[in-house]
């Protein structure tokens, strides 16, 4: 065979091998992405508890991955004002070599030479008296702490509240649903009928028109009351920081479980916010913070007392004796020299840095105490309102329960009257109206009511119970 032959049946079996590899590749970016459309598929389409809600909403929540990240700073700076109480602990290890004339640390004379050299030490201090510095700054640092975690708390109990409500808007939303399906289904049964006995001529062709025409509000009802639902779906989604999909669902909880009355007065709840309630007692540790800040700066004023040691030898290689050159080892072991020291130091004028610090430290504790005043005052103020909103919910729900069955007989009895030809459609269609709005208005109150409870529970750090 030709050269030219070899060449063609060269490149003709690269082609396919290319296209064979090509192939592979797609299969497998195409398994590939398979697998994580599945992922995504499990995720999106699973069954949420509750529970499951608030643990996905709190581990993939940002501002409160943040607020972890301040109470861990916290902590750290709690742990450093503690080490400042501690001895500090210092070597030094120099090594040098000079030309020409210089000084010979051996000897501290005169040598015009090479010299290398080397100068070893280590040194320690510890703080004995600042004016309780140092201890009011760890005692600042520790009530900081705690306000921190307190902080976190309320950040995941904020979290924790924001997902129960939209929890229950997505089941309200729902029930929602079924309801204006049910009324869809109610006026089609009553179309099919009518239409049926309008094809023999024994009703008139208004009563028909009238029905298709409810049909159509009840068509546009469901459509109102999907979009809600999928937008509490979304809003639910959005909190949770996962992935929006129409197919999400929820376990249902049987709300009237807590349809029950609330029988703590708003005086109650407040007593026992101001133990429990996380924004409270981060307030209260801000506060105590505050004052040990300011003891603290105080200690300025005082004169500082502290111990120092060292311990240092050299070595020179210009050092001899009577022997000649005086051997690296020797010269490190025989130069060792040690101090010990006591100072006080006595601040005398530091151009008013120290008063005014002081001053800025005062009003930094007015400032947190006022903090504190005002959430306690807020926080009562936002309890007698939610209460009121609660004792409100409640009462509309049972009067509009009352309503609902009033309602129901009504149209009982003009559904009956229209069957049998004796009423009209004006007065089944406004019957059945007036209990299609009460049964929506019964189920939106009894979800409010609910979520009102919520609020008030959440003051008393039990809104997961």
Not at 64 to 72: I, R
Request: one cysteine or more; proline letters at 1%; glycine letters at 6%.
């Amino acid at each position: 065979m030709g050269t030219g032959s070899s060449t063609c049946l060269m490149e003709g079996y690269n082609k396919i091998y290319n296209k064979k590899v090509a192939m592979k590749r797609m299969m497998i970016a195409g398994f590939s992405c398979f697998l994580i459309q599945m992922n995504v598929w499990a995720q999106t389409t699973a069954k949420y508890s509750l529970q499951q809600c608030i643990d996905t909403a709190l581990a993939n929540n940002i501002q409160v991955k943040q607020s972890g990240l301040l109470t861990d700073e916290a902590k750290v700076n709690l742990k450093q004002a503690k080490a400042n109480m501690l001895p500090d602990l210092n070597a030094n290890f120099d090594h040098g070599i000079n030309q020409g004339r210089s000084v010979d640390i051996t000897s501290n004379s005169y040598v015009n030479q090479s010299v290398t050299y080397g100068t070893y030490g280590a040194s320690t201090g510890v703080m004995l008296f600042n004016g309780m510095n140092l201890q009011n700054n760890v005692k600042q640092n520790k009530f900081a702490f705690n306000a921190s975690k307190m902080e976190f708390q309320q950040a995941k109990d904020n979290l924790t509240l924001n997902v129960i409500l939209a929890y229950l808007q997505v089941l309200n939303n729902e029930d929602l649903l079924t309801s204006a399906e049910k009324q869809k289904e109610l006026s089609g049964k009553q179309l099919e009928r009518l239409q049926v006995l309008d094809s023999v001529g024994a009703v008139s062709p208004s009563l028909v028109s009238d029905l298709k025409g409810q049909t159509m509000s009840d068509e546009l009802n469901i459509l109102n009351a999907k979009n809600q639902l999928e937008s509490s779906k979304l809003s639910l989604s959005q909190l949770m920081n996962v992935p929006y999909s129409k197919d999400m669902s929820l376990e249902r909880i049987n709300a009237e479980d807590f349809l029950t009355a609330y029988t703590q007065t708003p005086d109650d709840i407040y007593g026992n916010a101001l133990k429990q309630f996380s924004l409270i007692k981060a307030v209260e540790y801000r506060t105590k913070s505050s004052q040990f800040a300011f003891k603290s700066v105080k200690g300025t004023l005082f004169p500082v007392l502290y111990l120092s040691g060292s311990a240092q030898t050299n070595y020179s290689s210009a050092a001899t004796n009577s022997n000649g050159k005086i051997g690296y080892g020797e010269q490190v072991k025989n130069n060792i020299f040690s101090g010990l020291n006591v100072g006080l130091q006595i601040p005398i004028f530091n151009r008013f840095r120290v008063r005014n610090n002081i001053k800025l430290a005062g009003i930094a504790v007015k400032n947190s105490e006022l903090v504190e005043e005002r959430t306690k005052v807020e926080l009562h103020q936002q309890i007698e309102q939610a209460h009121l909103n609660m004792t409100n919910a409640y009462e509309t729900y049972n009067t509009l329960l009352q309503q609902v069955e009033a309602y129901a007989s009504s149209f009982k009895a003009a559904e009956i009257r229209f069957a049998s030809g004796v009423g009209t459609s004006i007065d089944y269609l406004t019957a059945k109206n007036n209990l299609d709005r009460a049964s929506i208005n019964l189920i939106s109150s009894k979800y409010d009511f609910v979520l009102r409870k919520k609020v008030l529970d959440y003051y008393q750090n039990v809104i997961t119970k």
